[in-house]
């Protein structure tokens, strides 16, 4: 067969979000690979710099669905270090709980996804059955699913109760058994293995030049952790250990994200055990002082970084976002030399791509708005029903009575 | 004639494969859905998605060959339909029978892989293309075991007609206990023929969107959906026919519930495979079916000629 | 002696144009403001005798009449180097580090297309992260900046 | 070790559990107390410093002087994100979150909700 070049996205079934990959395959093999990042921009950075830091707190929350925790984390740590803030003890644990328990989020979705991407739609629909528990406890713990909204400047914004711990070591209990479950799968049910290793090899030397950062990292051999390279939060007391792996392929990738589960379980336990009494948070400065901060953060895709700065009034005059994709997407080229059409899903996956976090920046506004005939919800309603009827087919009456049934 | 129309179009014929069709996949995605631990789609469900399928405007590529296009689907789901009157479904006479209808109906089951592959093939999209490449590639991989197994069979009826391998197994009952390697075969590799997991590579979602039906909408796809639940339940009776001939004497109305029980454990052992699997690669796909299936198939056929020679003579 | 102000002391004994140029913010960040001639010298020392083996991001700034650019490495302890380099606006040019890190390529597309600096020894490549369609000229992160006018169309058929 | 179908004992064992979803429309699912849904506004607790259209990250909320001492509050359903940080900035607990979370329209208009004095809230329009 001739080559051919095929467009993966911007609209894919196996992408979450906007992104372009384009891919010229010769039969079935991969000989070329291009990214074509930037289809959601949403001018973020721009957008911090008019907002007060208050506002940016909720703003950065929402640069990623996912690991909203992180960003707004690593933002708030900015801030509260040029503010020179003593965030009170309490509000640190409450912080690195919740990051603890986005992590495990993160990684069952990521272990869905996987599924879904290899057509393992089971191990989707059991692993997302599963994250309902830690979905469950956040809405508990924080008042929403996703984006938590438990930061604020000076510490958290909500207190854990005993009845609260209670609720989240048993869910952790369960948690830690179904990962034992899947550890399980994950190391010997042949298709997985299959389909998994020896896929989207990136050896230890390519990670280090590329920069490869989190689990995609680790899986090569990469002994990198911010959480314990440069604490920040509370991780500094609590003892975990940073799993790596040498396989340097999906499968690899995938132990440490398990692995890395297993490790989050007991720190949460640890966390529950050590947290100290106290306040939560200290009152802030509507306007922070001159200065300029570095900030670090282990997000579950890999490092997050934010740097921001101020300049004395309400609003800050810059803020830099490095969501850990950016660094991980120029290895998935590596990772593609010479595989199937069949293992792009995966590889690609398998750096747990965030694209809404790796855009974040300008707003795309369309110049030529003004000609384009925007139709509204009612409009395209209205035209399906008096096309069918057209066509013979009628369902006002039917559509009636379903109506009557719902209410 | 009148009876023969009836024969082709109400029963057994198109209503009551359509028909049956529907209620086989229902069965299938409820199971599929409660293995999942969800709730599944309520009864209706499949007949509603073909309500709304026909119900919506038919869009033909502009590269697209328009007349390919719109046949394919016809033809698939004319070979299936086709291919049920061959199979005796209870009592031991099919609707038509000659010797040699067994390989009439492999073939007219090989249509429907070969309508993807055109239909595919002449959207003029390359997923559509890259598709239709799978699925051709695939056939080769699963169609020479499938084959091979229902030879088996034929081989210790020693006959080349569904009917008179009814009347056989009816004689000597128990003798399709020496077809369970078979059956096994046969169930694997028709998950291939119907394209599921873990031999949906021709359609797999996350690679190639829909594969072959890409670029089919409406009314056409309707009919492939449709073709792809019918050949569904021909493949299962074909498999119920040859590999579990037994209760072929009984009253019609308890050989008709025989008959549909035999079906519809047939689709829910289907289920349960593809709900334990991953999808493989097309290239580890051909190992599998070549590597494994093909000499279990060979087992399977030297059982057969061994059992003829020292049990039948 | 600390770690940090190890660091702080053999950049400052190697390069001596350092002098008061370096602070140590707190544990693990270190901030240096580097003459934007001598840049790629202190990177190139910095990477490959200090160990700053990692490049976190590089960050574009708007001060006014110049542009600044923050390069952010770290090493394996966790300790962050902030190197910051200021160049006119009229003249925004810097040299790429791709031959450090062939990872920063897409950082540098960033203050391209976001802060119009240009850099020198970058290949030639897609842009990032703005469309292709995106009017020349036109760098969203300067202060002075403003939205294109036309652009206001849009939130009315938002609010319709 | 190997072995093709290791998710078997586990998905037949599924046929005989209680499915995991629900019947959503018809069957509802609680919110924990706490949750951040729809807010709830106290006019008569309001002194009108607007300290929560400050700090509100979406330009949601709009605070009104209908008469002396006399505030009314509009709200924009869409725009608002649902952090609750107007919450946390009112000094007088003038607002509350609910928890509400059905609040999808097929009318902008019908998402701006105004609570007026007499504590009846009504769609603008």
Redesign the interface.
């Known amino acids: 067969m001739h080559k051919v070049i095929i467009p993966i996205g911007p609209q894919h079934p196996a992408l979450k979000e906007p992104e372009s990959f384009m891919v010229a395959l010769s039969g079935e093999k991969i000989t070329e690979f291009g990214v074509r990042l930037g289809y959601n921009h949403r001018g973020i950075e721009k957008a911090c710099e008019e907002r007060t830091y208050i506002q940016d707190v909720y703003l950065t929350e929402r640069i990623c669905g996912i690991c909203s925790h992180a960003h707004s984390s690593a933002f708030v740590q900015a801030v509260e270090e040029i503010a020179g803030l003593a965030v009170p003890k309490r509000g640190l644990y409450i912080r690195t709980l919740i990051g603890e328990l986005e992590r495990v989020h993160s990684h069952l979705l990521w272990l869905g996804v996987a599924g879904h991407e290899i057509g393992f739609d089971t191990l989707l629909m059991y692993t997302w059955r599963d994250r309902e528990i830690v979905m469950d406890l956040m809405a508990l713990l924080t008042g929403n699913r996703v984006n938590y909204g438990i930061n604020t400047i000076g510490g958290v914004r909500r207190d854990v109760s005993p009845e609260q711990i209670k609720e989240i070591l048993k869910g952790v209990d369960a948690l830690e058994e179904r990962t034992k479950y899947y550890i399980e799968i994950a190391s010997s049910e042949t298709t997985v293995i299959e389909r998994l290793s020896g896929v989207g090899i990136l050896s230890h030397e390519d990670a280090l030049r590329l920069g490869a950062v989190g689990p995609t990292g680790r899986a090569s051999g990469i002994d990198r952790d911010t959480r314990r390279d440069d604490p920040y939060a509370a991780y500094g007391e609590i003892e975990f250990k940073v799993v790596t792996d040498n396989h340097n392929d999906v499968y690899g990738r995938t132990l440490v994200r398990l692995g890395e589960l297993m490790e989050s379980y007991k720190m949460i336990r640890q966390i529950l055990k050590k947290m100290p009494d106290g306040p939560i948070a200290i009152k802030a400065p509507r306007k922070i002082p001159p200065g300029e901060a570095f900030s670090r953060y282990e997000a579950p895709r890999g490092e997050n970084v934010h740097y921001v700065k101020a300049n004395g009034t309400e609003k800050p005059e810059r803020v830099k976002v490095r969501a850990p994709t950016l660094a991980n997407i120029q290895t998935v080229a590596k990772m593609l030399e010479d595989r199937q059409l069949a293992d792009l899903p995966i590889v690609i996956a398998a750096i747990d791509p965030c694209f809404s976090c790796t855009d974040r920046l300008i707003a795309v506004k369309d110049l030529e708005t003004n000609k384009t005939n925007t139709l509204k919800w009612q409009d395209l309603h209205a035209y399906s029903i008096e096309w069918h009827r057209e066509h013979g087919v009628d369902f006002s009456q039917l559509n009636k009575k379903l109506k009557g049934m719902l209410k | 004639m009148l009876a023969q129309l009836f024969y082709i179009l109400i029963f057994p014929g198109l209503l009551f494969l359509s028909v049956f069709g529907l209620a086989a996949e229902f069965f299938d995605r409820k199971l599929y859905a409660r293995l999942q631990n969800r709730v599944g789609p309520p009864w209706f469900q499949p007949l509603a998605d073909f309500i709304k399928l026909v119900g919506k405007e038919d869009i033909i590529p502009d590269d697209a060959n328009p007349n390919m296009f719109k046949l394919m689907p016809i033809f698939a789901l004319t070979a299936t339909a086709t291919a049920f009157f061959y199979i005796p479904l209870w009592g031991m006479n099919a609707y038509f029978h000659f010797n040699g209808d067994v390989i009439v109906v492999l073939y007219l089951l090989t249509i429907p892989t070969l309508t993807f592959f055109l239909g595919g093939w002449y959207s003029r999209s390359l997923y559509s293309q890259i598709g239709a490449v799978r699925s051709l590639t695939q056939l080769f991989a699963y169609e020479v075991p499938l084959f091979m197994s229902i030879l088996a069979t034929a081989l210790l009826a020693d006959t080349w007609s569904l009917s008179e391998m009814a009347l056989f197994y009816t004689v000597h009952p128990w003798y399709w206990v020496f077809n369970l390697i078979g059956l096994a075969i046969a169930l694997i590799t028709l998950l291939g023929k119907l394209e599921k997991v873990p031999f949906d590579i021709p359609e797999a979602e996350t690679e190639i969107v829909a594969g072959t039906f890409t670029e089919y909408s409406g009314r056409l796809f309707g009919i492939f959906k449709i073709a792809i639940d019918v050949e569904a339940i021909v493949g299962a009776s074909l498999l119920a026919a040859v590999f579990l001939p037994f209760g072929l004497t009984l009253h019609p109305a308890l050989g008709f519930l025989l008959f549909i029980i035999k079906v519809l454990s047939i689709v829910a052992v289907l289920s349960v495979l593809r709900t334990i699997f991953a999808r493989l690669r097309i290239d580890q796909m051909m190992i599998f079916c070549w590597k494994y299936l093909a000499p279990l198939a060979f087992l399977q056929l030297l059982i057969s000629l061994i059992l003829k020679g020292v049990l039948i003579r | 002696m600390t770690r940090e102000e190890e660091i702080q002391d053999s950049l400052i004994k190697k390069f001596n144009f350092l002098e008061n140029k370096i602070r140590v913010q707190r544990q693990k960040r270190i901030f240096a403001e580097v003459p934007s001639e001598n840049f790629l010298e202190v990177f190139e020392y910095a990477v490959e005798d200090l160990g700053f083996k990692f490049i976190c991001t590089i960050t574009g700034l708007d001060e006014g009449s110049s542009l600044a650019f923050i390069y952010h490495i770290t090493r394996q302890d966790g300790i962050t180097l902030n190197l910051k380099i200021t160049v006119p606006k009229e003249h925004p040019v810097i040299k790429t580090v791709m031959q450090f890190f062939p990872g920063a390529d897409i950082y540098e597309r960033e203050v391209m297309d976001l802060l119009g600096a240009k850099v020198e020894g970058l290949p030639a490549g897609k842009r990032y992260p703005l469309p292709d369609d995106w009017p020349a000229g036109q760098y969203p992160l300067r202060k002075d900046w403003k939205k294109p006018e036309k652009a206001k169309g849009k939130e009315e058929t938002q609010n319709a | 070790?190997?072995?093709?179908?290791?998710?078997?004992s586990?998905?037949?064992r599924?046929?005989f559990?209680r499915?995991?979803?629900?019947?959503y429309?018809f069957v509802k699912s609680g919110?924990?107390e706490?949750?951040?849904g729809k807010l709830k506004f106290y006019p008569e607790r309001c002194i009108g410093c607007k300290l929560c259209m400050?700090?509100?990250?979406?330009n949601a909320i709009n605070i009104k002087k209908v008469g002396e001492k006399q505030f009314e509050c509009e709200i924009d359903l869409g725009k608002c994100?649902?952090?609750?940080?107007c919450v946390?900035s009112c000094m007088k607990k003038a607002l509350e979150?609910t928890r509400e979370f059905e609040l999808a329209s097929?009318d902008?208009e019908k998402l701006k909700v105004t609570f007026r004095g007499d504590d009846k809230q009504d769609p603008k329009k």
């Open positions: 070790m190997k072995r093709p179908g290791k998710m078997m586990q998905v037949l599924s046929i559990k499915p995991a979803t629900t019947k429309p919110m924990p706490k949750f951040r400050k700090d509100c990250p979406s994100i649902y952090c609750a940080q946390d979150s097929l902008r």
